[in-house]
């Protein structure tokens, strides 16, 4: 990236449409996807910029592990998560993915790691959680200590629980319905590997 930009800087066309091939190239063999999305966009790269986010959002459990997941803005966190129905991970897993990024930008900005200013940080991201299709004891033992959800989210999740609350799209802005299922072939046999949640 610092080839690139100073290829630009002293405007050395060769150079910089080289470093634009080599990024380019990355998206044909394992790599780090996040740092190819955020040099695809710096340098305005489309066609890179548009396939990393697809294979962002397909191998989106695998890219979380990444350590420069925890690097993201909020902006491109958003941009990972808009494409929130292509996205192939289990919700408590996001759900705890997202709360571990918003304790990191509580620390950032010297703030308390507590439920409500991790709330803060997550903003409208926390809502690309599918919390009602997470099971009511993981939803008791793993997310209503984190502290994250008002009182009245918590409470209204377990009405829909326990069937007092009926939705058909949503509880309190979390999502109902369930992400697409990750397909893998196994010697032309179709398998299932990925549900949801359940």
Not at 67 to 89: Q, V
Not at 156 to 172: D, P, Q
Request: aromatic residues 12%.
């Amino acid at each position: 990236m610092d080839i690139y930009q100073c290829a630009e800087q002293y405007w050395v066309a060769q150079l910089a449409d080289q470093c634009k091939r080599e990024i380019q190239d990355c998206i044909q063999r394992p790599f780090n996807y996040i740092e190819v999305f955020g040099y695809s966009k710096l340098i305005q790269l489309e066609y890179v910029y548009n396939t990393t986010l697809s294979i962002i959002a397909t191998e989106f459990e695998t890219v979380v592990k990444d350590k420069n997941f925890m690097l993201l803005t909020a902006e491109e966190l958003t941009h990972f998560l808009h494409k929130a129905d292509s996205i192939l991970i289990d919700e408590l897993t996001l759900f705890k993915t997202l709360e571990k990024w918003a304790s990191r930008q509580c620390k950032l900005k010297y703030k308390s790691t507590s439920g409500e200013d991790k709330r803060q940080e997550l903003g409208q991201l926390l809502f690309q959680v599918r919390i009602p299709l997470i099971p009511l004891q993981t939803f008791s033992d793993e997310i209503v200590g984190t502290g994250i959800l008002t009182n009245h989210e918590q409470l209204t999740l377990f009405k829909y629980y326990s069937g007092v609350e009926k939705s058909t799209t949503s509880v309190c802005g979390f999502c109902l319905k369930p992400r697409r299922e990750k397909v893998e072939t196994d010697n032309g046999n179709k398998k299932r590997s990925y549900i949801a949640n359940w």
